[in-house]
Every structure is written in structure tokens, then in C-alpha cells.
């Protein structure tokens, strides 16, 4: 397998792009009504979903990537939080500069709370997924078959479901679902852009687990991927405790991905949000 000569610059600026695209695509009255927001504090994305608790979607990515952070964009990022009445995660990558912005994060009562795992790929060949279920990538008649989904495999509200169906059929997206028969159990996106694709939104309904549906979307994704032209894949997923399992990571292993990096969750110490 190549390596590639930035892996952590690689995975940190691809889901970046992919999170700046999905809050550009949610529909204006989404947008609205659950008070979601997403802007750059300089090469920092900073993205809110005040309706939500999860993790994913209020949260400071990139801060000191691709260039210092300072004490201001810090103070900056927080104050907007403040005003939104949401507490977030500042995701800090090994890489981040200066050395000092992680004292910076303590010295505002900022702790590590748990970390995610950043994965990269580039275009071995994929093994063969065995499975029963039939993936296919969806266009926008089937948008919400990727929605009820998510929204079933990750226990998230249904009115989230307006703004995932808008990734579906969005340039640079591509939507993926698993079939039983003509049931939904499975789901999975790519971003692909500049020759860089980035996985997520895996999500698989409780009734279909256990059947090889995640494994067999990986592998989809990857091979159209490189057909697409993708040179590089990206993911992520969160790092199990001592003694826990998680299902995606060991997925990702199987799908032939390498660690670029294990990624701090800086909060406060009373956050306890979801993934």
C-alpha cells in the first residue's frame, strides 16, 4: 500500500470539505428552523446544529491544520457557541500548531473527553464483501430511503432526515444503500472531490445488523470511487474504551485503510454529547 506524504493533512482537509458541502446543502427552512450555522474562523471550520446534541455537528475542525491558531479564533469559536446556547468539541489534530493551543483549550476549561480515529486509503485493490443484501447508489426518488435509515441506525430525529435527503443527487455526493429485497437496511455516503474521497453517514436499521451490510458499502464506495477517479479515501470513526468494540472500526481495518491519527475531543468536562 502507498503511503501518503501528509496523511494527517490529507484526512483533516477532505472532512473538512465534505462537512463545509453538507451544511451548504440544507435546505433554507432547515436551516432556519433548528438554528444550524457553519462558518470558517480562517482555515478552521466551525459547524452548529443547536437542535442536536451530537458531536458530529457542533464542533471546531481544523483549528491550527493549515495554519497557528491563536488564543483569538479560540476565544471567537467559543463566544459564537455562547451566543447559540450550544456547548462544543474543539477536534484537535496531532499536527495542529502551535504547540502551546492545547494549553490554550486547558486554560478555558477544556478537557479531552474521548478521541475519533482517522483512517486514509489509497487504491489497492478491495476485497470482495460477502453478503445477501443489494447495494446500489441511490438517486434523488429514493432520498429518503437514506434518511429513514440514518435516522433509524443512529436513534437521530426524524426531522434530520429534510437535510440528509438534500445530499442526495448533490454534486460531488453519492449516496449508497443496501436492499432487502426492496427494504432499506443500510446506508453510506462519499464526497469525492479533487480526487479525494471521504466516507461517512454509515448507518445500518437495527432489524438488518450482523449481515455484512456495512463491509459490502465500504467495498461499493471504494470501487466506484476509483472509477470515479479518487486517489486517496478518508473516514473516521470514534475510538472504542478498553474493552469496547466498534463495528466501523473493524471494518475499516478489513476495508484496507491505515491510522493517519488518533484526534482529541476537547469540551467541557459537563458535555457529554453524543458521537
Known amino acids: 500500500m502507498n503511503h501518503h506524504p501528509q496523511p494527517s493533512l490529507l484526512v483533516e482537509m477532505a472532512e473538512m470539505a465534505a462537512f463545509d458541502d453538507a451544511y451548504q446543502a440544507a435546505p433554507p427552512e432547515f436551516q432556519h428552523g433548528t438554528g444550524m450555522h457553519h462558518e470558517w474562523a480562517g482555515s478552521a471550520l466551525v459547524v452548529s446544529l443547536p437542535a442536536s446534541d451530537a458531536k458530529a455537528f457542533n464542533r471546531i475542525l481544523g483549528l491550527g491544520v493549515l495554519e497557528p491558531a491563536s488564543e483569538e479564533m479560540i476565544d471567537l469559536a467559543l463566544a459564537f457557541f455562547q451566543a447559540t446556547g450550544v456547548s462544543p468539541a474543539f477536534q484537535m489534530a496531532p499536527i495542529a500548531q502551535p504547540a502551546e493551543v492545547?494549553?490554550?483549550l486547558y486554560a478555558r476549561g477544556l478537557e479531552p473527553q474521548d478521541s475519533w480515529i482517522k483512517f486514509y486509503r489509497d487504491r489497492s485493490p478491495v476485497e470482495p464483501v460477502v453478503t445477501d443484501l443489494y447495494v446500489t447508489e441511490i438517486g434523488p426518488e429514493a432520498a429518503w430511503h437514506f434518511a429513514d435509515v440514518l435516522a433509524q441506525g443512529f436513534g437521530s430525529p426524524e426531522w434530520q432526515g429534510f437535510w440528509m435527503a438534500a445530499l442526495v443527487g448533490r454534486p460531488d455526493w453519492h449516496i449508497y444503500v443496501a436492499y432487502d429485497g426492496d427494504t432499506p437496511a443500510a446506508t453510506g455516503a462519499m464526497f469525492c472531490r479533487d480526487g479525494v474521497g471521504w466516507l461517512?453517514?454509515?448507518?445500518t436499521h437495527p432489524d438488518f445488523r450482523r449481515r455484512g451490510a456495512q463491509g459490502a458499502i465500504m467495498a461499493k464506495r471504494l470501487e466506484e470511487g476509483m472509477a470515479m477517479g479518487c486517489e486517496w479515501f478518508v473516514t473516521e470513526t470514534w475510538?472504542?474504551?478498553?474493552?469496547?468494540?466498534?463495528?466501523?472500526?473493524?471494518?475499516?481495518?478489513?476495508?484496507?485503510?491505515?491510522?493517519?491519527?488518533?484526534?482529541?475531543?476537547?469540551?467541557?468536562?459537563?458535555?457529554?454529547?453524543?458521537?
Open 239 to 275: 475510538e472504542p474504551e478498553a474493552g469496547n468494540a466498534n463495528s466501523s472500526l473493524n471494518n475499516m481495518m478489513r476495508g484496507g485503510f491505515q491510522v493517519a491519527h488518533r484526534r482529541l475531543n476537547f469540551a467541557y468536562p459537563e458535555y457529554a454529547p453524543g458521537a
Open 200 to 203: 461517512g453517514f454509515g448507518a
Open 102 to 104: 492545547t494549553d490554550w
